[in-house]
């Protein structure tokens, strides 16, 4: 191969001449435009949306699949361990203060905005709250204890408003003590909060009676299709929702006015050997309206009635606050006291009034309870 030398003896092959004749001779590379930097930029921001994408769909394939496993160990956990009863109530009732913390601070969104609304009317500056305290809306009326005239709104409404309250019947229970107490005792009370008066009043009941009897006589008391011949008043079946849901109307005088009831009465069967049933008083009916110069009763019931060895065991628990239209212009302070305490008194004798039917009724398709109450 020719070489030839240069006076710093280094040896340049004919090849590599002529490789850097070429490239002394080409024209230097010119840079990229504007717009080929836009287009090359955004591929790249393309291609690392692409592999973030990928990245983030693998994460959460993996946290899926660690969630799964983590499942299946709790799963496996209760099977082998189950939770007891104490431990599921805890966890339930731990659900409902989240639920009721959570409303609560929606509430109270709702009332600032609405203040704030307020403020900028005075101000003249109109500003419409982002939220509403309460929804006018028809297929919201049964939250405020109203039943509207379309059927399905108004059908609807019925088991809304007891299936709400029927979510807390452990909560009264426990509240009441009632979870795991044997024996038979009642109690009436009052309770003043945020300055008005209610009327608690639990108990237990416990016969040597058939389950099945029983609890056919409670729920035909409860709505209203089984007269209650001792009952100060009157409380009767409206109508017939469906099988386990009925709609009923009561009235009771006091000393100074009438009160009138409108109660939905829904029956829950939770197992061969447990039913709870659920009363809670309408504000409202645009179909069959309330009479507007009657007080009208702010009720709920909670009743829990199960099979406990050979035994039949009722528990209730009722609130009433102070009825809704009372007129209190008329009522003086000792007058009110007096009508607190008959209020008292009539849920107390409105409680043995439902207890006596029931037991009669159940006396009558069993000899030996009949035999037992004449005694």
């Known amino acids: 191969m020719t070489t030839w030398n240069t006076l710093d003896d280094i040896s340049f092959s004919l090849n590599d001449t002529t490789l850097m004749t070429e490239l002394l001779a080409a024209s230097p590379k010119s840079l990229p435009s504007p717009r080929e930097k836009q287009r090359l930029a955004l591929q790249a921001h393309r291609q690392r949306q692409k592999d973030e994408l990928e990245y983030l769909k693998k994460a959460v394939d993996e946290l899926q699949e660690q969630l799964h496993r983590l499942n299946q160990v709790h799963e496996l956990q209760d099977i082998l361990r189950p939770p007891t009863y104490w431990e599921k109530l805890a966890k339930d009732e731990c659900k409902k203060q989240i639920e009721v ?61 007891t299936d709400r309250d029927y979510a807390f019947v452990d909560s009264v229970m426990i509240q009441a003590r009632l979870i795991d107490a044997t024996t038979d005792h009642r109690k009436v009370f009052p309770i003043v909060q945020n300055d008005i008066v209610e009327i608690h009043s639990y108990g237990l009941m416990r016969q040597p009676v058939d389950f099945i009897s029983a609890s056919v006589a409670i729920w035909d008391v409860f709505r209203g299709v089984a007269a209650v011949p001792r009952l100060s008043g009157s409380y009767k079946c409206l109508a017939k929702i469906d099988e386990n849901t009925s709609y009923v109307e009561g009235y009771t005088q006091l000393t100074k006015f009438r009160i009138q009831r409108r109660l939905v009465v829904k029956r829950y069967i939770e197992s061969p050997t447990r039913i709870v049933i659920l009363s809670r008083s309408i504000h409202e ?50 007058d009110a006291a007096s009508e607190c305490a008959l209020m008292m008194e009539l849920c107390d004798r409105h409680t043995k ?23």
Do not use: C
């Open 101 to 161: 913390v959570n409303e609560n601070r929606r509430l109270k969104r709702a009332i600032e905005e609405q203040v704030e609304f307020a403020e900028s009317l005075a101000n003249l500056v109109h500003k419409k709250p982002r939220l509403e305290l309460f929804s006018t809306a028809e297929s919201d009326a049964w939250k405020h204890f109203r039943l509207v005239k379309d059927p399905e709104t108004r059908y609807a409404a019925f088991h809304a408003i």
């Open 353 to 375: 009034s439902f207890e006596n039917t029931v037991l009669e009724l159940v006396a009558q398709k069993s000899p030996p309870l009949r035999l037992m109450m004449s005694l």
């Open 285 to 334: 009916d645009e179909s069959l309206p309330l009479d507007p110069s009657l007080s009208i009763a702010q009720e709920v019931t909670w009743l829990v009635f199960e099979k406990i060895g050979d035994d039949s065991v009722a528990k209730y628990y009722r609130k009433s606050r102070s009825p809704v239209n009372t007129p209190t212009q008329v009522l003086s302070h000792e």
